[in-house]
């Protein structure tokens, strides 16, 4: 005989009573554990201990039909435990901030008049700089002391995240200091007097290929060909003094380089964006920094990139941005990047930084801007 709805949900509520008060018992043995931890100067979170608690109490169903189930169960309640405990951790100012160079010299990738050299000028005005080939060079400026700081390309609103930067702070060890946003207007140049229908080959950067492949898609005749980058490629159609090559560059290359402008704002997206980050070899916070940026890899397994994200969902951050990267040698696995909204100093930050740590197998935070 089935009984009746009322008589089971009172069972139930007389069953969740129970829960309640062995949760809060259980809470206050986990936070014994956490000072006992703390005081002992021992590892304080353990996967393989969670492992074993979760099997062990498998073990003891009755019924294996809910073993899937209680597995959950059991992971959301250590998971729990460890935000509880979290709490109890001191906040440690393991990240100390270097203070920001006044005066400094700054390196980008590309010549001037490129779209990194007014990235430059936006964030840091007039300044003494250094110009390089490749992204890679600028890293390598920074770690051998020729520049202060390295300004980079790092994701544009039309084409994605230009990953290579993504690796390279990672490689390097840098730290993201800040980071500001430019429209891109890319426009065909050529040299004096030459006209849209001459053009048969345009240079640029592959992003600005990218950006623009509408309009060269437009007109087939045209050959499209990579180059290092945009207003480079400006200076190079400068000194071929060839009609029938142009450049896709900004109107700044163009003037700096005495090229023409053939066809204007040719870009797909008229709310073209890139956003470029400012590199150092330290950390440098400042008192109104509001973007964290962390990369982390985490262990092969299921929920392990829902744990973190549940984390900061149960601290209120703001997730901004999340990317990943393979890692080299282990297939399927990979480095996750995210950006979130917070300051190092807030205590919520510190904690959830805390718990985020103990979720992952490598953590860093990387920058705070």
């Known amino acids: 005989m089935i009984k009746d709805l009322a008589t089971t949900r009172d069972e139930i509520d007389h069953i969740d009573a129970q829960i309640v008060a062995l949760f809060e018992k259980r809470m206050e043995l986990v936070e014994e ?35 899937s189930y209680l597995d959950n169960f059991f992971s959301d309640l250590m998971n729990i435990s460890k935000s509880y405990q979290a709490t109890f951790i001191p906040p440690v100012k393991k990240y100390q901030s270097a203070p920001v160079v006044e005066n400094p010299i700054v390196g980008y990738q590309g010549v001037p008049g490129s779209f990194s050299s007014m990235a430059m000028n936006s964030y840091f005005g007039d300044v003494q700089s250094k110009c390089y080939k490749s992204f890679h060079d600028v890293f390598e400026a920074i770690e051998n002391d020729e520049i202060d700081y390295g300004i980079l390309p790092l994701e544009n609103s039309s084409t994605g995240a230009i990953n290579d930067n993504y ?28 006209k849209l229908e001459d053009i048969n080959e345009v240079f640029s950067h592959p992003q600005g290929l990218l950006q623009t492949s509408e309009f060269l898609e437009g007109h087939p005749a045209i050959k499209a060909t990579s180059f290092s980058n945009t207003a480079a490629s400006a200076k190079y159609v400068s000194e071929l003094q060839d009609p029938t090559k142009g450049a896709i560059a900004s109107i700044q290359a163009g003037e700096l380089y005495g090229l023409d ?56 951050l703001n997730l901004t941005r999340l990317e990943s990267r393979p890692i080299v040698g282990k297939d399927w696995q990979y480095y996750f990047y995210i950006d979130f909204q917070g300051n190092l100093e807030d205590a919520n930050v510190q904690e959830a930084i805390s718990h985020l740590g103990s979720l992952a197998v490598k953590f860093n935070v990387i920058g705070n801007y």
């Open 167 to 194: 690796d390279l702070v990672r490689d390097y060890n840098f730290y993201i200091v800040g980071e500001c946003k430019i429209k891109i207007e890319h426009n065909l140049l050529g040299i004096k007097g030459a």
């Open 33 to 67: 554990v956490i000072k006992y931890k703390l005081e002992n100067n021992l590892q304080i979170f353990q996967s393989s201990r969670e492992k074993e608690v979760i099997q062990k109490n498998i073990a003891r169903l009755k019924n294996p039909g809910l073993a």
């Open 261 to 316: 402008v053939i066809a204007k704002n040719i870009e797909n997206s008229t709310s073209n964006t890139t956003r470029f980050i400012v590199v150092a070899k330290n950390l440098q916070v400042r008192p109104d920094a509001s973007n964290i940026s962390i990369i982390f890899t985490l262990a092969h397994e299921v929920g392990s990139l829902y744990n973190v994200l549940k984390t900061m969902k149960d601290h209120q």
